[in-house]
């Protein structure tokens, strides 16, 4: 006999590193299509930084970094110009 399927709900943080899949673009797209794309990801429901998760600098680091990073601009002056200088 097969195992019926449990449908999981995801974890605030699967759904943060789930975010990841996200295009980098993600935030200039129109809102109907981020909902398509939150809605393929499972991740309709996260509630991001406005949620209970406690996010280290690190993370909001990598949040940053795949979203709005300028390319081309060193690490280290992105890390100074936005407060993680002490990473």
Known sequence: MVAPFINRIMTQREMFEKSFQRPSNYFKLSAQRQWEIDDDLGILDWEGQHGDEVYSDED????????????????AQYKEENGYTDI
């Open 60 to 75: 909001i680091l990598r949040f940053k970094n795949h979203y709005d990073m300028p390319r081309g601009k060193p690490l």
